[in-house]
């Protein structure tokens, strides 16, 4: 095989001007939200179309991509076309105050519900008010009254007869009944009763006595009568109640008749505000009609207690939503209960229950970075139950620690119904597929970003379009046709190939911004071939300071390099180092060292742990090499010693071996 010598710019990939216009004329311009990446695409349409439990997404790729931007816009097209989801409302268990309930209502009908309910409850209110007030109610509770007053002076009319007759008198309060001797149609005083003789006091002491007994019965009759006398006027005011309010609660139920759950509540609701008349005709109702509107619409003007916690509105959506929640913490992802401080106290009640992303992502999509949420283990693990459970569940951090001690809320689950797509390097994809047993299962379509693609008319075309459309909405100076074939050579640098090229589009629209900002300091029309190189030349002077160091060291003999003539066991490698996003050649003298032994080749860089795993593979490969070659009829009684000169950071790579040959 006869030697081949490329010159430098062989190693470039340029486009003739003529090639990019034919390009241009031939194919259709049209901007795809994705470029490059059909196998990608393929892998969302599949998993976005297909709902079943489990087949959430995961999208590999590396930073920079352009997957986030792609997948929303893929999702947009997707989404308007969904339908909206309902909303979620908490409302309050008046069977257990610390178990809220969860309604669902049709989108935008969650904030109409609650409005719905404040007017009814102020409605009741001033309906109730009015009729109380009316000659038919009052003439029913002095009914009541007067029964109660006439049944009370029949009880104690024969006790009060014989008081009479013993010169006793009855008193009573409203804790207890007792019986006094009078004098003069009075109490009679201690020092009275001293002066009488001892006989007429212990007859007044044993017929106190005996009143006490008898006045101890009266006392419970009088408590049952009161008893009685409270449940006729409770009675009385429900009866008013539920009399005043019918109408106002039949036209909530039939305006929510298909929802079941809302009808439960509203029935639950009715009884409760049965149990609480007293409280809630504290509120009052002598304000205007225009005051009434006003309050209708703020927090508070209502019991708390039938407060109604729009949770998730869905009122300006027009199709499933999409979430993209950046900083995956618990909090952010499952909601969580606030709190308030009242006296030093921390409370807390439903209406404090604020949502998370799987919330609002409900009945759409929610896009979630991985090193976000590995970095959050309550998150991750959470996420994983709530996946499997279908429902979200809000619960505080510290109780799933076990050290939270006083008592909060438990909300009722709501049922998920969200596609979640995970984006993150491919990486993570092959070690949570390996090492997480759940993850196989939760999230079985993979959607793996290429970083390379096909320098094919299409793609080539697509690039383009791509570019115009991101110097028209970021306000880029238009870039010239040259301009476009040195973003081209440039993409295929990045690709490392000159069949394809890169889709790492984030360091390519880098590049456009810094031209930009030259083109506009120096009042240019466009962005061309000369600008666009001399921004990639800016660039690489702004992190190339090591490489410039290490031409320094050459050039002052402090590190060794032989350009002229050969030299036995002895060569010149280039190995490629790479600080911050500058990459560069450094030469580096390779020497082998033979003398007398035993077969055995020694690699200096593994012996001092500065060799990478490939790199000593290669070593050992040579090593078989050397014996399969000279070693068929003899032992070879020699001892190799291959090394790095002037080499102190790692050795990695089966090219270096290769190098190591050739010494």
Same mark, same amino acid.
């Given at each position: 095989?006869?030697?081949?010598?490329?010159?430098?710019?062989?190693? @470039?990939?340029?486009?003739?001007?003529?090639?990019?216009?034919?390009?241009?004329?031939?194919?259709?311009?049209?901007?795809?939200?994705?470029?490059?990446?059909?196998?990608?695409?393929? %892998?969302?349409?599949?998993?976005?179309?297909?709902?079943?439990?489990?087949?959430?997404?995961?999208?590999?790729?590396?930073?920079?991509?352009?997957?986030?931007?792609?997948?929303?816009?893929?999702?947009?097209?997707?989404?308007?076309?969904?339908?909206?989801?309902?909303?979620?409302?908490?409302?309050?268990?008046?069977?257990?105050?610390?178990?809220?309930?969860?309604?669902?209502?049709?989108?935008?009908?969650?904030?109409?519900?609650?409005?719905?309910?404040?007017?009814?409850?102020?409605?009741?209110?001033?309906?109730?008010?009015?009729?109380?007030?009316?000659?038919?109610?009052?003439?029913?509770?002095?009914?009541?009254?007067?029964?109660?007053?006439?049944?009370?002076?029949?009880?104690?009319?024969?006790?009060?007869?014989?008081?009479?007759?013993?010169?006793?008198?009855?008193?009573?309060?409203?804790?207890?009944?007792?019986?006094?001797?009078?004098?003069?149609?009075?109490?009679?005083?201690?020092?009275?009763?001293?002066?009488?003789?001892?006989?007429?006091?212990?007859?007044?002491?044993?017929?106190?006595?005996?009143?006490?007994?008898?006045?101890?019965?009266?006392?419970?009759?009088?408590?049952?009568?009161?008893?009685?006398?409270?449940?006729?006027?409770?009675?009385?005011?429900?009866?008013?109640?539920?009399?005043?309010?019918?109408?106002?609660?039949?036209?909530?139920?039939?305006?929510?008749?298909?929802?079941?759950?809302?009808?439960?509540?509203?029935?639950?609701?009715?009884?409760?505000?049965?149990?609480?008349?007293?409280?809630?005709?504290?509120?009052?109702?002598?304000?205007?009609?225009?005051?009434?509107?006003?309050?209708?619409?703020?927090?508070?003007?209502?019991?708390?207690?039938?407060?109604?916690?729009?949770?998730?509105?869905?009122?300006?959506?027009?199709?499933?939503?999409?979430?993209?929640?950046?900083?995956?913490?618990?909090?952010?992802?499952?909601?969580?209960?606030?709190?308030?401080?009242?006296?030093?106290?921390?409370?807390?009640?439903?209406?404090?229950?604020?949502?998370?992303?799987?919330?609002?992502? @409900?009945?759409?999509?929610?896009?979630?970075?991985?090193?976000?949420?590995?970095?959050?283990?309550?998150?991750?693990?959470?996420?994983?139950?709530?996946?499997?459970?279908?429902?979200?569940?809000?619960?505080?951090?510290?109780?799933?620690?076990?050290?939270?001690?006083?008592?909060?809320?438990?909300?009722?689950?709501?049922?998920?119904?969200?596609?979640?797509?995970?984006?993150?390097?491919?990486?993570?994809?092959?070690?949570?597929?390996?090492?997480?047993?759940?993850?196989?299962?939760?999230?079985?379509?993979? %959607?793996?970003?290429?970083?390379?693609?096909?320098?094919?008319?299409?793609?080539?075309?697509?690039?383009?379009?791509?570019?115009?459309?991101?110097?028209?909405?970021?306000?880029?100076?238009?870039?010239?046709?040259?301009?476009?074939?040195?973003?081209?050579?440039?993409?295929?640098?990045?690709?490392?190939?000159?069949?394809?090229?890169?889709?790492?589009?984030?360091?390519?629209?880098?590049?456009?911004?810094?031209?930009?900002?030259? %083109?506009?300091?120096?009042?240019?029309?466009?962005?061309?071939?000369?600008?666009?190189?001399?921004?990639?030349?800016?660039?690489?002077?702004?992190? @190339?300071?090591?490489?410039?160091?290490?031409?320094?060291?050459?050039?002052?003999?402090?590190?060794?390099?032989?350009?002229?003539?050969? +030299?036995?066991?002895?060569?010149?490698?280039?190995?490629?180092?790479?600080?911050? +996003?500058?990459?560069?050649?450094?030469?580096?003298?390779?020497?082998?060292?033979?003398?007398?032994?035993?077969?055995?080749?020694?690699?200096?860089?593994?012996?001092?742990?500065?060799?990478?795993?490939?790199?000593?593979?290669?070593?050992?490969?040579?090593?078989?090499?050397?014996?399969?070659?000279?070693?068929?009829?003899?032992?070879?009684?020699?001892?190799?010693?291959?090394?790095?000169?002037?080499?102190?950071?790692?050795?990695?790579?089966?090219?270096?071996?290769?190098?190591?040959?050739?010494?």
């Amino acid at each position: 095989m006869s030697d081949l010598k490329l010159k430098p710019g062989a190693l @470039n990939k340029t486009y003739p001007l003529s090639q990019l216009k034919r390009i241009k004329a031939a194919i259709k311009a049209e901007h795809k939200p994705i470029i490059g990446q059909k196998r990608a695409v393929r %892998a969302l349409e599949f998993g976005l179309g297909n709902r079943a439990q489990g087949f959430n997404i995961f999208v590999a790729g590396i930073p920079g991509t352009g997957k986030e931007t792609a997948i929303r816009h893929f999702l947009e097209e997707i989404a308007s076309a969904d339908s909206i989801p309902n909303d979620w409302c908490y409302v309050n268990n008046f069977d257990n105050s610390y178990s809220p309930e969860s309604l669902s209502l049709p989108s935008g009908e969650g904030l109409v519900f609650k409005k719905d309910i404040k007017r009814f409850l102020w409605e009741s209110r001033v309906a109730l008010n009015r009729e109380m007030s009316s000659k038919e109610y009052n003439e029913q509770k002095d009914a009541i009254v007067k029964e109660h007053y006439s049944k009370q002076v029949e009880i104690m009319k024969p006790v009060a007869e014989k008081a009479e007759k013993e010169q006793f008198l009855i008193h009573k309060t409203p804790y207890e009944i007792s019986a006094f001797p009078k004098v003069e149609n009075r109490p009679m005083s201690e020092k009275e009763f001293m002066q009488l003789k001892r006989t007429e006091q212990q007859k007044i002491l044993d017929t106190t006595e005996k009143f006490k007994e008898e006045l101890y019965g009266i006392a419970q009759e009088l408590e049952k009568l009161q008893d009685a006398f409270r449940e006729k006027e409770e009675a009385l005011k429900r009866r008013v109640f539920l009399s005043s309010t019918r109408l106002l609660l039949d036209k909530l139920k039939s305006k929510y008749a298909e929802e079941e759950d809302v009808l439960l509540f509203l029935e639950a609701l009715k009884n409760d505000l049965l149990e609480h008349l007293e409280e809630f005709l504290k509120f009052s109702t002598n304000i205007s009609t225009h005051q009434q509107t006003v309050l209708l619409e703020k927090e508070g003007m209502m019991p708390l207690r039938y407060e109604i916690n729009v949770l998730v509105d869905n009122s300006k959506l027009e199709g499933a939503p999409i979430i993209y929640e950046q900083n995956p913490t618990y909090n952010n992802l499952f909601g969580k209960i606030e709190k308030e401080n009242q006296a030093g106290t921390l409370i807390t009640n439903y209406t404090l229950i604020r949502p998370g992303a799987l919330h609002k992502a @409900n009945g759409g999509f929610l896009l979630l970075p991985i090193e976000g949420l590995l970095r959050n283990y309550f998150s991750w693990d959470s996420l994983k139950r709530a996946i499997k459970n279908e429902e979200i569940n809000i619960e505080e951090p510290g109780e799933q620690l076990g050290f939270l001690t006083s008592k909060s809320l438990k909300p009722e689950p709501i049922p998920l119904n969200a596609q979640i797509i995970i984006i993150g390097r491919p990486i993570y994809y092959h070690l949570l597929f390996h090492y997480d047993e759940d993850f196989k299962d939760l999230f079985k379509v993979i %959607a793996d970003f290429d970083t390379t693609m096909e320098a094919s008319d299409e793609n080539i075309r697509d690039f383009m379009t791509f570019i115009d459309k991101r110097v028209k909405e970021d306000n880029i100076v238009s870039l010239s046709l040259r301009g476009k074939a040195r973003m081209l050579r440039y993409s295929h640098r990045l690709a490392n190939d000159q069949e394809r090229i890169s889709t790492r589009f984030r360091s390519m629209l880098d590049i456009l911004e810094e031209a930009n900002h030259y %083109a506009k300091r120096d009042n240019r029309k466009e962005i061309d071939d000369e600008l666009i190189q001399k921004t990639l030349d800016e660039k690489r002077l702004r992190s @190339n300071m090591w490489q410039e160091k290490v031409q320094e060291m050459i050039h002052r003999g402090e590190l060794f390099i032989d350009l002229d003539g050969e +030299d036995i066991g002895q060569v010149n490698g280039i190995s490629v180092s790479t600080i911050g +996003d500058n990459m560069f050649g450094r030469p580096n003298r390779i020497t082998a060292s033979v003398s007398l032994g035993r077969s055995e080749i020694i690699d200096i860089e593994r012996e001092v742990n500065l060799g990478g795993p490939i790199h000593s593979k290669g070593v050992m490969i040579l090593k078989g090499y050397l014996a399969d070659k000279f070693g068929q009829d003899k032992l070879l009684n020699v001892s190799a010693q291959l090394v790095f000169e002037q080499s102190y950071s790692g050795i990695e790579g089966d090219s270096a071996s290769s190098a190591e040959l050739y010494a």
